[in-house]
């Protein structure tokens, strides 16, 4: 079965720094793209940071400047750098994989998801 192992996360303090991974065995399918989410109680998840396959990145705009995904994605590998943290940041972060599920008449899109590490940055 599909794993994650996801690590970094904790508490610190405004400006602070923390740096999150995240490792992902057992996919039966190829990962095209993988990425951080968050999401914070009462708030919808929100896309933090993706990177594709091809190296391309994006970011949300709450975090550029700030935040730096990097990894490997065809060793199912990423990393999110994550600086100069604001209590606005806090939530729970979500590692995510995504892939083309081929098991049918056509190629569906689906993806894979971590079972999330709390960050919390105090003021």
């Known amino acids: 079965q599909v794993q994650f192992v996801e690590s970094g996360g904790g508490l610190v303090q405004a400006g602070e720094s923390l740096r999150l991974s995240c490792a992902v065995t057992?996919?039966?399918?190829?990962?095209?793209?993988m990425g951080w989410y968050r999401q914070a109680p009462g708030k919808q998840r929100e896309e933090v940071a993706l990177l594709g396959s091809t190296g391309h990145t994006t970011y949300a705009e709450s975090v550029k400047g700030r935040f730096t995904i990097s990894g490997d994605v065809a060793k199912n590998t990423i990393n999110l750098q994550m600086n100069a943290l604001k209590p606005e940041d806090t939530a729970v972060y979500y590692c995510n994989a995504e892939y083309l599920d081929t098991d049918y008449d056509f190629p569906r899109p689906r993806e894979y998801w971590g079972q999330g590490t709390q960050v919390t940055v105090a003021s």
């Open positions: 057992g996919s039966l399918f190829t990962i095209h793209t």
